[in-house]
């Protein structure tokens, strides 16, 4: 048995929710990006949707895990002649890591698409498979290890979408307006990793990070509709 005490208990659920809508906003543009790659067999699209989903799986299984292995528990102790009962949250160790290891192995593995795709350089793809999965493996233990690995894909992510925003804005190209929101939506899912390093100092930390990861998604879902404006303009 472990204790969950990363959210306050009145948050609970509402995260739930959050990381619900995260889905549908993965979902959508992971689905138009299959769209796209089967109107034109551009690969990038269809790499974009296996990124877009992959990462839309892993908020499913930590909704899930989250949903069927807390419970509320009364624990009785006692101190001299007193004795007090509490209410606390507990889950099974062997489902809660269990679920939470393949959210973290299934973050990384999208965020690792994703760089592939937009990332023009090559990479050892086979030492970066054992390097998420060894860094998964320590996430178990310690959290922070998987939040600070996540805030280096998404913030390597952004940097790549600034050169090319700073590219485009030089160039005075209309596509760097496309560009900033997918920079803006990546900054600020960088910045709520960065917070979810911290969690564990106070449980409101873990709250306000929440709220800046679903801003993210919510740009990112943002940039999706800007896209599918700017390609029907141009059509």
Partial sequence: MI???FNPKWFNGIDVIFEGISVVVLVLIASYSLR???????SN??????????????????????MTVYYNVLETFSVGLLSFTISSYKASSIFYNGGYFFYRLLILVG????????DKK????????????????????NYYVFHTTSFLFAAYISWIYF?????????CDKKANNIKYPLLAFLTISLANALFVFMKL????YVIAEYIQLMGYIVLLYSFIRVIKYGAKKK
């Fill in 111 to 118: 965020l690792y698409l994703f760089i592939t795709v937009i």
């Fill in 122 to 141: 090559e990479t050892n793809s086979l030492f970066m498979i054992y390097f998420i999965f060894i860094t998964t493996v320590f996430s178990t233990w």
């Fill in 36 to 42: 796209l790659y089967k109107f034109n067999k551009n």
């Fill in 202 to 205: 106070n449980t409101y930390i």
């Fill in 45 to 66: 699209f269809k790499d974009f949707a296996i990124a877009f989903f992959v990462i839309a799986a892993a908020f499913i299984a930590k909704i899930l895990t989250n």
């Fill in 163 to 171: 050169k090319s925003y700073r590219k485009t804005c030089d160039l």
């Fill in 3 to 5: 204790d969950i005490a």
